[in-house]
């Protein structure tokens, strides 16, 4: 896809249905072209279907019988999403800064529109620079987000949401509940002062959690509410299907290793920072990519999140053959220096 490209009739969506694109960095492709990864998913949250309302309902009780304190609009607001159905075959365009739209590919079954070479051509000053992009239909703009045109050398960290920038307990069910339904959420102490010293000094983010799509809205308010330096954001895909419920299951390593892989391979001469925690399998999954990827990859950092399992025999097994100058475990983030 080009910005070139013709713009043609897009398909207008009806009034209750919602598109939501998702922030993305551009990667240079070779004199002034940048590509653009496009993601976004057309769908409609059905609020006044029975059904629906049953199972909000029902979860709720089912909260409350189990011994959870509720507060039902909170529950709501973090439960909807769940239950929206995906567009399938809507065309929408896209407009990149003062541009001409192009034609996207429609979206699939679950409602998703995914294009990961939108060429988009400017004579850019040196550093980075933000862009507009905005979806539109037959009637005006449906959705818009923030692009960064990040260039080819420099630094990136790649950080994980729950448990290493937000308190969750993935390891305790309960807890993870609580935390992801039931409470607002809270910041890792001292993780964003480090995010915004790091950011302070032209680091660019890439976050990336087996959180599903649908607490988007919530994870992007959770950043910008405590500090949290703006960056792309990936979270797994999913539906109520047992076909969605059984890849928001899948072991991290079968979702999050492909994704960084293609951000390193994106950015072939950035140096990488990859800050996850030891709840889930961060340590194995940065040490397999560090073994793959020597040359990009600077530094591994790993919370020690509380019930991980934090035995010395383990990080030796996941940082096998990564210098141990290359990563570090730490409590606090004091630990970690903040200059580059």
């Given at each position: 896809?080009?910005?070139?490209a013709?713009e043609?009739?897009?398909?207008?969506?009806?009034?209750?249905?919602s598109?939501?694109?998702?922030?993305?960095?551009?990667?240079?492709?070779g004199?002034?072209?940048?590509?653009i990864?496009v993601?976004?998913?057309?769908f409609?949250?059905?609020?006044?279907?029975?059904?629906?309302r049953?199972?909000?309902?029902?979860?709720?009780?089912w909260?409350?019988?189990?011994?959870?304190r509720?507060?039902?609009?909170?529950?709501d607001?973090?439960?909807?999403?769940?239950?929206?159905?995906?567009?399938?075959?809507?065309?929408?365009s896209?407009?990149?800064?003062?541009q001409?739209a192009?034609?996207l590919?429609?979206?699939?079954?679950q409602?998703w529109i995914?294009?990961?070479?939108?060429?988009?051509r400017?004579?850019?000053?040196?550093?980075?620079?933000?862009?507009?992009?905005?979806?539109?239909?037959?009637?005006?703009?449906?959705?818009?987000?923030?692009?960064?045109?990040?260039?080819?050398?420099?630094?990136?960290?790649?950080?994980?949401?729950?448990d290493?920038?937000?308190?969750?307990?993935?390891t305790?069910?309960?807890?993870?509940?609580?935390?992801?339904?039931?409470?607002?959420?809270v910041?890792?102490?001292?993780?964003?002062?480090?995010?915004?010293?790091?950011?302070g000094?032209?680091?660019?983010f890439?976050?990336?959690?087996?959180?599903?799509?649908?607490l988007?809205?919530?994870?992007a308010?959770?950043?910008?509410?405590?500090?949290?330096?703006?960056g792309?954001?990936?979270?797994?895909?999913?539906?109520?299907?047992?076909?969605?419920?059984?890849?928001?299951?899948?072991?991290?390593t079968?979702?999050?290793?492909?994704r960084?892989?293609?951000?390193?391979e994106?950015?072939?001469e950035?140096?990488?920072?990859?800050?996850g925690?030891?709840?889930?399998q961060?340590?194995?999954?940065?040490?397999?990519?560090?073994?793959?990827?020597?040359?990009?990859v600077?530094?591994?950092?790993?919370?020690?999140?509380?019930?991980g399992?934090h035995?010395?025999?383990?990080?030796?097994?996941a940082?096998?053959?990564?210098?141990?100058?290359?990563?570090?475990?730490?409590?606090?983030?004091?630990?970690?220096?903040?200059?580059?």
């Amino acid at each position: 896809f080009t910005t070139r490209a013709a713009e043609a009739a897009s398909d207008t969506l009806s009034a209750d249905e919602s598109v939501l694109l998702f922030p993305a960095h551009a990667a240079p492709a070779g004199g002034d072209e940048w590509q653009i990864p496009v993601r976004a998913r057309v769908f409609e949250v059905e609020t006044d279907s029975f059904w629906r309302r049953a199972l909000l309902f029902e979860t709720a009780s089912w909260f409350r019988r189990s011994g959870y304190r509720v507060d039902d609009s909170l529950l709501d607001r973090r439960l909807l999403p769940f239950l929206a159905d995906g567009e399938r075959g809507k065309r929408l365009s896209l407009r990149i800064g003062g541009q001409g739209a192009l034609r996207l590919p429609p979206s699939d079954r679950q409602g998703w529109i995914v294009a990961d070479a939108v060429s988009y051509r400017a004579d850019l000053p040196e550093g980075d620079q933000v862009l507009d992009l905005r979806l539109v239909d037959g009637a005006g703009v449906v959705a818009g987000q923030k692009v960064s045109l990040v260039p080819a050398r420099g630094i990136s960290v790649i950080s994980d949401i729950d448990d290493t920038i937000k308190q969750t307990g993935v390891t305790d069910v309960r807890v993870m509940l609580q935390a992801t339904f039931l409470r607002p959420f809270v910041a890792a102490h001292g993780m964003a002062p480090l995010y915004r010293a790091w950011a302070g000094q032209g680091v660019v983010f890439h976050y990336l959690s087996g959180s599903p799509w649908q607490l988007y809205g919530e994870l992007a308010a959770f950043l910008r509410e405590n500090g949290f330096p703006p960056g792309e954001m990936q979270l797994k895909p999913f539906a109520l299907s047992a076909e969605g419920i059984q890849a928001v299951t899948a072991p991290q390593t079968s979702y999050k290793l492909p994704r960084i892989v293609e951000i390193l391979e994106r950015w072939p001469e950035r140096r990488f920072l990859l800050v996850g925690d030891s709840g889930e399998q961060d340590p194995e999954i940065y040490g397999e990519v560090a073994r793959r990827f020597p040359h990009q990859v600077a530094r591994i950092l790993i919370r020690l999140a509380p019930g991980g399992e934090h035995a010395p025999e383990r990080f030796l097994a996941a940082f096998r053959d990564v210098p141990a100058d290359r990563w570090m475990v730490f409590g606090h983030p004091r630990e970690i220096a903040a200059d580059f």
